[in-house]
């Protein structure tokens, strides 16, 4: 069975970093690309970013690339979300997904929710 | 990378078919056949139910049905059911190998 488990919520203030995580397990985590999709609340979705873990080959939403980082380690069969400095406007879920034949989301994790405020 | 265009809100009668379209250009929908639809029930996250414009994953649906026109794909919901008021949205590939999502329609079911 196809698992995507998420990290729990965190509060943080404008400014600090933040690393959230989905650990992927049930399939063939290395040759699956998987990524992260932004909801604000009461808003719709919005593709981030995607990485490969057999090479870490990363793909980036223009919206997003500079702003966050994409990683993973295949020795632990987990992908990460990095903020190096937050802003209020990163409150939002975060849903880690992983694609099929690099073309669709196949399985979604139960979302992470990130509050950034002063 | 502009997000698909989609209508905001759909709504039908029990028993009804209806369909939301789903616009975008030919740098993502016209030129690539990967156009997949999600489910969002309140506070639950997506779920797939159609993948590569006309597939139906397992579990999902017979009465989801996808089609691709151009620039437009759109989705049908056949026997429309109470359970299938949610959001939906479209995702699709892009020239610059990312990915898109619609704008996200609320199906009401009257």
């Known amino acids: 069975e196809v698992q995507l488990e998420q990290s729990g919520a965190e509060v943080r203030k404008p400014g600090e970093s933040l690393k959230i995580s989905c650990k992927g397990s049930?399939?063939?985590?290395?040759?699956?690309?998987i990524g992260w999709v932004r909801q604000v609340p009461g808003k719709g979705l919005e593709w981030m970013a995607i990485v490969y873990p057999a090479d870490s080959d990363v793909r980036y939403s223009p919206s997003f690339e500079g702003h966050v980082t994409i990683s993973a380690d295949k020795s632990i069969n987990t992908a990460y979300l990095h903020w190096s400095s937050l802003k209020a406007s990163d409150t939002a879920i975060y849903y880690c997904?992983?694609?099929?034949?690099?073309?669709?989301?196949?399985?979604w994790g139960k979302g992470t929710t990130v509050i950034v405020s002063s | 990378q502009s997000a698909l265009t989609q209508p905001a809100s759909v709504s039908g009668s029990p028993g009804q078919a209806i369909t939301i379209s789903c616009t975008g250009t030919?740098?993502?929908?016209?030129?690539?056949?990967?156009v997949s639809w999600y489910q969002q029930h309140p506070d639950k996250a997506p779920k797939l139910i159609i993948y590569?414009?006309?597939s139906r994953p397992s579990g999902s649906s017979n009465r989801f049905s996808g089609s691709k026109s151009g620039n437009t794909a759109s989705l049908t919901i056949s026997g429309l059911q109470v359970d299938d008021e949610a959001d939906y949205y479209c995702c699709s590939f892009t020239d610059t190998r990312t990915y898109v999502f619609g704008t996200g329609t609320k199906v009401t079911v009257l």
């Open positions: 590569d414009v006309t």
């Open positions: 049930g399939y063939n985590f290395l040759n699956n690309w």
């Open positions: 997904t992983k694609l099929a034949n690099a073309a669709y989301m196949d399985f």
């Open positions: 030919r740098t993502d929908i016209g030129s690539y056949d990967y």
